[in-house]
């Protein structure tokens, strides 16, 4: 194979994600992992979210140690449309609550720093009220694995954050 060849080849194999380059000590699973974390996942003006989007982004977790606070979306799109329109695909966590699109929920904090939380929950929908758990599993400290049915499987969700 001549070298241009030999080049372009492993380019195309560079890019699709199948080899580091040298020395960067990145692998294929490594990397997959990362491109959950997105710095693109940035929310419309604080002035324009909800008084819980608000409390989720505000709370203080270093101190609390309760990771699945946060406002989160499947992607950074999602992120961008938050409390503007409605649309599926994200959450708005506190502490003791969860939004959903047509849903919101009240529990008790999870216990601090784990990685792992199962929340019981009481959730209103459709002025129904429900009894269920939530399952939260933080992959990273910028996504997470939301399960509300333990029956089918949970939706991965990046974090969202405010523009800096």
């Not at 199948?18 to 929310?43: Q, Y």
């Not at 503007?84 to 609550?97: K, M």
């Not at 699109?101 to 008790?108: I, R």
């Amino acid at each position: 194979m001549s070298r241009t060849k030999t080049i372009a080849l492993a380019a195309v194999l560079a890019l699709a994600g199948c080899v580091a380059h040298p020395g960067s000590g990145t692998h294929p699973a490594t990397s997959a992992r990362a491109s959950l974390v997105d710095p693109d996942a940035v929310l419309p003006p604080q002035v324009l979210l909800r008084e819980d989007t608000v409390t989720a982004l505000t709370h203080n977790r270093s101190q609390s140690r309760l990771a699945y606070v946060g406002v989160w979306a499947v992607d950074a799109d999602h992120c961008a449309m938050m409390d503007q329109t409605s649309f599926e695909g994200f959450a708005a966590i506190t502490p003791d609550s969860l939004r959903q699109p047509g849903e919101t929920c009240s529990f008790e904090p999870g216990a601090p720093g784990e990685g792992s939380v199962r929340l019981e929950a009481s959730c209103t929908r459709n002025r129904k009220i429900s009894n269920r758990p939530i399952l939260v599993e933080m992959l990273n400290s910028q996504s997470m694995v939301l399960s509300n049915d333990a029956d089918r499987p949970g939706t991965r969700m990046i974090r969202c954050h405010l523009q800096r």
